[in-house]
């Protein structure tokens, strides 16, 4: 299973394309249906990733025929970082789902023909104000929406809700619902007693009252 959220800019909006993934450190076996976990914090290496990630990027790009800038880096950077149950991942990653590039508070003025914006510099955690012409604003935030074809955010395996089978797997071995976030006991049914004869009933179909109600006879 896996998270994916595509990220194009930095703080101050330059062009900064990079990608958030979030990974699981178990799996399910494909053959025994067994949850396997991964004793260390870390699935790989983080300078090894960096190579095979960058090899594989560039081999896709050619084979698609797709010419990459000719000053692209080197060195890829990735940075691995235990987050513990993933709990506060996950709100750092929904946060740039759910708003532009830039949030309205963080600009400041708009007055003759100038934008004036503010930004947190991640490496000093000092707040900055930036003020560039209004067109070169826009081209700022333009430039950061994706092509057609692209999405913000992809997820794979068990992490996909299209993985229902996986998901029932899931439920059963831990013993909780993931689409609630909240533990659950399995409940047997309280029988049904025949008022009649006595004996048990047995549920042959389910009719929703509101519904009947609504419907014309």
Request: glycine share 4%; with cysteine.
């Amino acid at each position: 299973g896996a998270i994916a959220v595509l990220h194009t800019n930095s703080r101050e909006l330059n062009f900064h394309p990079h990608l958030h993934l979030l990974l699981p450190a178990a799996a399910i076996e494909k053959t025994k249906k067994l949850w396997s976990k991964k004793k260390s914090k870390y699935l790989f290496n983080h300078k090894a990733l960096a190579k095979v990630f960058r090899a594989k990027m560039i081999d896709a790009f050619n084979s698609n025929n797709l010419n990459l800038p000719s000053n692209y880096p080197q060195k890829w950077v990735v940075n691995c970082k235990y987050v513990g149950k993933g709990r506060k991942a996950l709100l750092y990653l929904s946060r740039y789902l759910y708003r532009g590039v830039i949030r309205e508070n963080d600009i400041l003025s708009c007055k003759n023909g100038k934008v004036t914006f503010g930004y947190k510099n991640s490496k000093t955690n000092r707040y900055h104000t930036k003020t560039v012409s209004a067109v070169y604003f826009l081209w700022l935030v333009f430039q950061h929406i994706l092509p057609r074809g692209f999405r913000r955010s992809r997820n794979y395996g068990f992490l996909h809700p299209n993985s229902k089978n996986l998901i029932k797997i899931l439920q059963w071995i831990f013993r909780s619902d993931s689409s609630y976030g909240k533990d659950f006991e399995i409940k047997t049914r309280k029988k049904i007693i025949c008022p009649c004869c006595g004996a048990f009933m047995k549920i042959v179909k389910t009719r929703l009252l509101y519904f009947d109600m609504l419907v014309p006879t």
